[in-house]
């Protein structure tokens, strides 16, 4: 197992291929398509990734046997001193339950840390309890709600301090 930075001038397809999996379950189960919700990772293309790298996320991916499994990525907050976000946490189906988005999770926390973070923030679909509950056990609460016009659904803000 081997968790690495993504460079944004690399070939990305493998990682979009990660988000695509990843997040096209979440999408079917809440009923989101690309007309409904086009700023989902399970919609997620090349160039629109290149453009978020670009931009400043880090994106970190975990590979097994030479194969991407899943990625993660982290943002520093430009409003908010020592607040760092993390992103598109995506583990492959077929991977999940064995602890590798713990991993992935607990890697990013020591990036945010090492890069002087003192909270971290995530957003998450309010009614996936279960995903909720998952980020519950790793130490984060809720911390408020919000709906947004482009979302079909209400948005979940969670924190933990580090």
């Given at each position: 197992?081997?968790?690495?930075?993504?460079?944004?001038?690399?070939?990305?397809?493998?990682?979009?291929?990660?988000?695509?999996?990843?997040?096209?379950?979440?999408?079917e189960?809440?009923?989101?398509?690309?007309?409904?919700?086009?700023?989902?990772?399970?919609?997620?293309?090349?160039?629109?990734?290149?453009?978020?790298?670009?931009k400043?996320?880090?994106?970190?991916?975990?590979?097994?046997?030479?194969?991407?499994?899943?990625?993660?990525?982290?943002?520093?907050?430009?409003?908010?001193?020592?607040?760092?976000?993390?992103?598109?946490?995506?583990?492959?189906?077929?991977?999940?339950?064995?602890?590798?988005?713990v991993?992935?999770?607990?890697?990013?926390?020591?990036?945010?840390?090492?890069?002087?973070?003192?909270?971290?923030?995530?957003?998450?679909?309010?009614?996936?309890?279960?995903?909720?509950?998952?980020?519950?056990?790793?130490?984060?609460?809720?911390?408020?709600?919000?709906?947004?016009?482009?979302?079909?659904?209400?948005?979940?803000?969670?924190?933990?301090?580090?």
């Amino acid at each position: 197992m081997d968790i690495s930075l993504i460079n944004p001038d690399s070939e990305l397809s493998a990682i979009v291929t990660v988000l695509n999996i990843s997040h096209g379950t979440v999408a079917e189960e809440f009923g989101f398509t690309k007309d409904n919700n086009p700023s989902n990772n399970a919609f997620i293309d090349t160039p629109s990734l290149r453009f978020q790298l670009k931009k400043g996320i880090d994106l970190y991916a975990m590979s097994l046997d030479d194969k991407f499994i899943a990625c993660i990525a982290i943002e520093k907050s430009l409003k908010e001193p020592g607040t760092f976000y993390i992103e598109k946490v995506s583990v492959i189906p077929e991977y999940r339950n064995r602890g590798y988005g713990v991993k992935m999770m607990d890697f990013a926390q020591l990036k945010i840390k090492e890069l002087g973070g003192k909270t971290v923030s995530i957003a998450l679909i309010d009614s996936n309890t279960k995903l909720k509950n998952w980020y519950i056990a790793q130490g984060f609460t809720e911390t408020g709600y919000k709906d947004f016009d482009h979302l079909p659904f209400r948005v979940c803000f969670m924190n933990k301090q580090l």
